[in-house]
């Protein structure tokens, strides 16, 4: 099976400070599309951020930015300026150009914001 | 516009027993999906629908089955509910495959069967 790896189950952060989310995947195709979600304590599941592998730039929204490493198939998340309001599940996904709703995700990752 | 409304929030099943999560959108999406979160699992894809009247199964689809008789609904049957389909269901929609539009979610469906 083609997979979404996030090995670091929890990770914590300083208010203020940048944290790193790791997210390896793998494919055989050559379009496809990543994404981080986040998921709060309400349980609703937010899109962050989305990166178009053919697309050499990297995403960026806002305080977050991704690093996406094509030929490592590796897709970290950059969350700057870490918010108490940060504090959430984030899940790494992979979809494919005209397979909307199947999205592969990983494990998950649990990010705690210390004060 | 109330986007993805799953419903019920919260249910408790007998095993053996069965019942329907409802899930509709009014967005006029095509694409509409059902996913299972558990801890340390993710979210995996059970089924999933291209649009009205068509239908497909996903990662892990046994036990649960799907209909699309109409663009805003998606409702996810379980037949006979097992204590393995305990879980967090999440109903999600897209727009445009072309641009592979992101997915909406619903707030889920946090179901236990004992």
């Known amino acids: 099976a083609q997979t979404v790896t996030q090995s670091q189950p929890e990770m914590s952060v300083q208010e203020a400070e940048t944290v790193t989310l790791s997210c390896t995947y793998d494919?055989?195709?050559?379009?496809?599309?990543l994404f981080w979600y986040k998921q709060p304590p309400s349980r609703q599941m937010i899109l962050v951020i989305r990166?178009?592998?053919?697309?050499?730039q990297n995403a960026t929204e806002n305080r977050f930015s991704v690093n996406f490493q094509k030929a490592a198939k590796s897709f970290s998340l950059k969350i700057s300026d870490s918010q108490l309001g940060d504090a959430a599940m984030y899940f790494c996904?992979?979809?494919?150009?005209?397979?909307?709703?199947?999205?592969?995700f990983g494990k998950g990752i649990t990010l705690s914001v210390r004060p | 516009n109330a986007g993805v409304t799953q419903t019920p929030k919260f249910q408790v099943l007998k095993t053996g027993q069965s019942m329907t999560l409802q899930c509709a959108q009014d967005?006029?999406?095509?694409?509409m999906s059902w996913y299972r979160q558990d801890p340390g699992m993710g979210l995996r894809l059970i089924h999933y629908?291209?649009?009205?009247?068509?239908?497909d199964q996903g990662e892990v689809p046994n036990g649960y089955n799907v209909s699309r008789s109409t663009t805003e609904d998606f409702p996810l049957r379980l037949l006979s509910a097992a204590p393995s389909q305990t879980s967090v269901y999440f109903c999600a929609s897209s727009y445009d495959r072309a641009n592979n539009s992101p997915l909406h979610f619903g707030n889920g469906t946090r179901l236990t069967v004992t």
């Open positions: 629908s291209v649009g009205a009247g068509i239908t």
């Open positions: 996904a992979r979809g494919y150009t005209g397979a909307n709703s199947k999205l592969t």
């Open positions: 494919t055989s195709e050559s379009d496809y599309y």
């Open positions: 990166q178009e592998a053919y697309k050499q």
């Open positions: 967005m006029n999406h095509e694409y």
